[in-house]
Every structure is written in structure tokens, then in C-alpha cells.
């Protein structure tokens, strides 16, 4: 089991960490505190639905949006930085959202150890951190071993989902999924392999910056055969 770093700097306002106090124990779970075994989503959530995994979900804006926009599914959302699980817990009480579960930690030991292969509905990856320099780029999140552990917990059918403003690591999930046996390109041999911006994805406040300095944000969108 790989080790959970959390950032030692990270300061929450006043009132993410009201909203910690008063919510967190309610609606959220550290990684390295779930028992052995797989998750409990139907105990969680008081019902047998399809599950959607986030990893790395920010500050929650489009955690909480798809959220609300599915309330058929169950949402299972994983993220290091505590100031945006607070915040992601500020829009749950807000919207009153009752489908959705945060989990503070990494997402590899989470997928390796507590989620049982074909369960997932849908895995979805949202601009994660670039690490642009050369000498980090082992320190990216997808890598060929990381997309083939996430490929064995969709169910046949489930969907990876992928964005990124970073060009050169569009190509590198590309290649990366491309490789994966247990995955389809939905997008074919069209946009390149890209996929074209689905609707229902939210347009966060990082993606309107993005496109305000001029970056173009690429989508990847594969199906588990």
C-alpha cells in the first residue's frame, strides 16, 4: 500500500472548516481508515445503485453538479486537499445532496484494496496535476499501470473518462488508454482519438482560466469491452 501524502500547508477558511466540523464525519472517510475489504457504497448510500468515482475532485464544483444532475447514481468522490473536500462539503449542505461520499486520500490504494473489479459504473479524471517538469512526469497519475487497475474495476461497458489543458499529456493518456486491451475508444479514429467535449461535463472555474490563457482542453472518453 502506497503511503498518503496530505499537503502540510493547506489552510482551510473559516467556513470550510465549519463545514469540516460539522460534516465530515457524516459524509466523509479517509482512505487509510476504511476497514479491509471493499467499500460499503450500498450501507453508505441505503440503496444498490450504479457507482461513479472521481479522482482528484478540487474544490467540488463538478463533483456536486454531476452529482445533482444524476440522482440515480451514487458518487463516490477521492481527493488529497482537504480545503476542497470543506468546500465540496459546504456545496453538499447547500444543495442538500444526498448521493454523494467523499474519501480523503490516494486513489491507488483505494481502487487496489477496497474496490472489488467490475463494480464501477464510470471512473472519471478531471484535470489532474500536469507535473510539467521532465524530472516529475513519473509522478503523473495516469501511466499504462495505473489506467489497467482502473480498467479491471469498470463493469463491462463502464467508462473512463479523462480531461486535461495539457497537450502533451492529452498524448500521453491517449497512448496510455490506446494500450489498454480491456478498453475501447469510443471516439474511434475521429478528433485524432479525442473526444468531443460532452455536454454534461461541468465547466469549472479552472476550465474557463484555461481557456482565458488560450489552452485548449482535450477529452478522453473509453468503454471497458
Known sequence: MSQTIY???????????RAWDRSWDRWGTD?????????????????????VLEIGSGM????????????????????????????????IEQAGITNLRLLRGDA???LAEHVVPSSLHAVRIYFPDPWPKRRHHKRR?????????V???????????LATDWAAYA?????????????????????H?????????????????????GRMVWDLLFARV
Open 193 to 213: 482519438g479525442f473526444a468531443p467535449r460532452p455536454a454534461w461535463r461541468p465547466v469549472t472555474k479552472f476550465e474557463h482560466r484555461a481557456r482565458d490563457e
Open 171 to 191: 498524448e500521453e493518456m491517449l497512448a496510455a488508454c490506446a494500450a489498454e486491451p480491456a478498453l475501447r475508444n469510443t471516439a474511434g479514429d475521429n478528433f
Open 7 to 17: 499537503p502540510q500547508r493547506a489552510r482551510m477558511t473559516t467556513g470550510q472548516q
Open 60 to 91: 467540488g464544483e463538478a463533483s456536486a453538479s454531476m452529482a445533482l444532475a444524476a440522482p440515480g447514481v451514487d458518487h463516490l468522490a477521492v481527493e488529497v486537499y482537504q480545503p476542497g473536500l470543506a468546500q465540496l462539503l459546504l456545496r
Open 31 to 51: 482512505v487509510r481508515e476504511l476497514p479491509d475489504g471493499p467499500l460499503d457504497t450500498a450501507g453508505w448510500f441505503g440503496r444498490a445503485a450504479p457507482v
Open 141 to 149: 497519475l495516469v501511466r499504462p499501470e495505473f489506467v489497467a487497475l
Open 151 to 161: 480498467a479491471s474495476r469498470l463493469t463491462p461497458g463502464g467508462t473512463l473518462h
Open 108 to 110: 491507488h490504494p483505494l
